[in-house]
């Protein structure tokens, strides 16, 4: 069994900074993806960034590129997103998630992932 625990959320201004945590305890074999996806109130949940630790391949939504970077740290077994440049549209509730079925390199989605974390509200105020 595999738990995620997510932090690094909180409020921040349009324009800052902040970066996400999730700290994996457990043990996954093999290759596999790991994933941040998002939530705004109303909306569904999408996909923002994923990262195939076989050979580190990411995907990045649209909305993010070239602002958001996924990471990770093996010998910590801890992923992160940081997030520059935030904006208003950047808040939802974000959560990481590990799965064996993703495709690498392509939008990571829900049924695709395993195991997820409680998520961490991220707020952006203009």
């Known amino acids: 069994q595999v738990r995620l625990v997510e932090s690094g959320g909180g409020s921040v201004q349009a324009g800052g900074s902040r970066r996400l945590s999730c700290a994996a305890f457990g043990y996954m074999y093999g290759s596999y993806c790991m994933a941040w996806f998002r939530q705004a109130p109303g909306k569904e949940r999408e996909g923002v960034a994923s990262?195939?630790?076989?050979?580190?391949?990411?995907y990045y939504h649209d909305s993010v590129k070239g602002r958001f970077t996924i990471s990770q740290d093996s010998a910590k077994n801890t992923l992160y997103l940081q997030m520059n440049s935030l904006k208003p549209e950047d808040t939802a509730m974000y959560f990481c998630?590990?799965?064996?079925?993703?495709?690498?390199?392509?939008?990571?989605?829900?049924?695709?992932?395993?195991?997820w974390g409680q998520g961490t509200q991220v707020t952006v105020s203009s």
């Open positions: 998630a590990a799965g064996f079925r993703c495709v690498r390199g392509a939008p990571p989605l829900d049924d695709e992932y395993n195991y």
């Open positions: 990262i195939y630790t076989g050979g580190g391949s990411t």
